[in-house]
């Protein structure tokens, strides 16, 4: 492979040359914008091109890639331009992207750029042996490159498409070689079209290699060493700079250099580039970029914290664990050694690292116990600190038995006086005591005694039991505690179990109704109980428990509702007396029960439209009482609301047709258990009776002729008395005269028949009192036509039966 030379002019005028080496591997340069790189090569020699993000890639016919990083990077007027050149000639190559991130170059001569064109120090004159020409696309021969022009400046590039190429390079070594010719950065002007092609130097370019890319050094098995060598012009003098530290040699007879970095010179810990700087015999300065080192040869940093705040764990922190934890370099693996535990942690970006102890690894006792912590960085350095953890979880603390006067009972007497309680703790330990919402404090003795005085009269008069606590607390921090009671006793006591009188606190009608009603209560063991109600005094029956109860006689509770005081005085032993109070309720009665029929209307029948909705009955009653009706053998549930009122409906289904008057109950319970019933009747009616119909006017023969039209037509019948009797004849209605037997009569007046020859049907409806309706329905015969002259000579009148004789 043969080394390919670049020139990268800066839009500043000024221009430097360098070589992409002869390696299989990518090479690279960086374009900083606003530049014009020319790469001394012909078309056909790059395979093709790719974007890789800003990176613009040369994939070149003999396997090699140029990769010039952050080519597309700049836009506008800093935007960068590449060119191929060779041989005097060159041309642009600008570039289009396809929607599938495909890169298209455009090769752009100088017969195309008009007065714009290249500056000359961007053309190469050297022609460079072609690079896998038998793999191009097409033949050196035939590609077209256009001659540069005399006094030609390029001007802004051609246009360029969006796009990139979905492939990241990752980052590669700088390996090409910058030479900066001429002072102020520009090299001598060639003249454009006379200048011969330069003679290529025989003396091998300057280079600069080196342990690697990227190295991390340190650790104990790493030499604090660094080798950087490279090539160049022999007797070039060479100056490497890393972070700080220089070394200097001169290139050798056989173009190669080597410096190394060691002992008091060696760089400092960081990350460093190697920089090199080569000066030929003849005074040309190079400036080359070398591999990178992160150095590291210093032992991370390691501190530990102190555990629970004094690195003493007490018992409370025993019980939950305790952590360790504290800082070192970030990244770096942290070891513990603790009590037969082999702990790891690793140091995070702040450095901290911590690590549990669990609760079941942490000894019982006074024990002292060693935690070793090593740290190792990255590179391998170590650290190691010893941390002193003490482990204290042992504590006591006592209450005696046997106080105030060896009964544990402070009676009036001892009240009166200093009450004294003692106890044990650790020797030393400090002692608090609480009695009564009161602490009291001291110190136990060297033999883990100690006693605190409770002053006169500072115990609450009355029969209690009074919780001590005695709390003891070490130097570690430790704290038990011990609890105790002290029976306070100066007075008699005794209570009335009011609550639970015959069973739910109320006496109600039924538990009278047996001829007495107990009471119980309490009371100290071996005292004595009288019981005064409604002026009636008994003594109660003591058990051991101090239980008492009486029985009182019924007689002595009122009937109704009333609340009965009760009193209770008990004597115990000591001669202290105490009088309870309570109120008992009576209540013996169902207060407010009511019932009404609400089916039957205003005239207090139930009629056959109103026994279709069945019968409704409502009432009042007390609050929380139950409610149920009784009709016909059968009950029914009232709903009760919350302020008394109650309803219960008996079905349509219950109440038969007929003339009846029907019985019901209604029976409450209250809410104590007292029951109250109600006895009520209701009138059922849902027939008319007796209910005839007759038409009357058209004789025996049931016609009504022209003659007997003259009167009207009559219609009569019975009816039940008290009812309303409607005809309805040829759609018009007429009302019937009822007398007080029920009998009916109604008239429908002759204007209202029509003559002819034909029948008419009519309607009765009647309408009893209770408002059941009836109808019966017939028909008239209606004939009032006259006959032709020779059936009035031939027919006769039979007076006797009223019929026509032949």
Known sequence: MQAISFVARRGAGMAEHGLFLESSEASSFLVLGNQDISINMARHSVAGYVRSGNDLILNLSDGREIVLENYFGATGSDANRLFLSSNGLIEQVAFEFGPDGSVYPMYQGAESWGKWGPSQDLVFYEEPSPIGIADAA???????????????????????????????????????????????????????????????????????????????MGGPNTPESIVVNGTGETGANVSVEIGGATETTTVDGNGNWSVTFTGGNFPVDRKHTAKVTVVDPDGEKTNLTGPSYIIDTTAPSLQTKTVELDDVVNIAEAEDGFVLKGTTEPGSFVTVEWNGLKLTATGAEDGTWSVSIPAENIPDGEVQTIAKVTAVDQAGNSASVNHVIHIDTEISA????????????????????????????????????????????????????????IPANALPGGTYELPVKVTASDSAGNTATSSGKLKVDTEANVTISAETVETDGVINAQELSDGSVSITGSTDPGSSVSVTVNGLTQAATVDETGEWSVNVPASVFPAGENNVSVSATATDTFGNSSTAVEAVSVDTIVNKLTAEEQSSGSDNFVNASEAQNGLLITGDVEPGSS???????????????????????????????????A???????????????INDVVSVDTLVNKFTAKENSSGDDAILNAEEMQNGMVLTGKVEPGSKVTVT??????????????????????????????????????????????????????????????????????????????
């Open 729 to 806: 004849f040829d759609g018009q209605n007429y009302d019937a005269t009822v007398d007080e037997n029920g009998n009916w009569t109604a008239t429908v007046p002759a204007s209202a028949i029509k003559t002819g020859d034909y029948v008419e049907s009519y309607s009765v409806t009647a309408t009893d009192p209770a408002g059941n309706i009836a109808s019966i329905s017939g028909q008239v015969t209606i004939d009032t036509e006259k006959p032709d002259a020779i059936n009035i000579i031939s027919q006769e009148l039979d007076v006797e039966t009223g019929a026509t004789k032949n």
């Open 663 to 677: 019985s019901y109950s209604v029976t409450a319970t209250d809410g104590v258990g007292n029951t109250s019933t």
């Open 138 to 216: 097409t033949g050196y021969e035939d590609e077209t490159v256009s001659m540069l022009g005399t006094a030609m400046a390029l001007g802004p590039g051609l246009a360029l498409g969006g796009g990139s190429v979905a492939a990241v390079l990752g980052t590669t070594a700088l390996a090409s070689t910058i030479l900066q010719g001429g002072e102020g950065g520009g090299e001598t002007p060639i003249e454009t079209g006379t200048q011969p092609p330069a003679t290529p130097s025989t003396q091998p370019p300057a280079t600069v290699q080196g342990t690697g890319t990227t190295i991390e």
């Open 398 to 453: 006592g209450l005696d038995t046997g106080l105030s006067g060896g009964d544990d009972v402070v009676n009036a007497v001892e009240a009166q006086a200093v009450v004294v309680l003692t106890g044990t703790a650790d020797e030393n330990a400090n002692v608090v005591v609480s009695v009564n919402n009161q602490n009291y404090e001291t110190q136990a003795d060297d033999a883990g005694n100690w006693s605190v005085n």
């Open 627 to 661: 409610v149920f009706v009784t009709y016909n053998g059968k009950n029914y549930t009232a709903s009760v609301h919350d302020d008394g009122t109650w309803s219960a409906l008996v079905p349509a289904s219950e109440l038969a047709d007929g003339e009846y008057v």
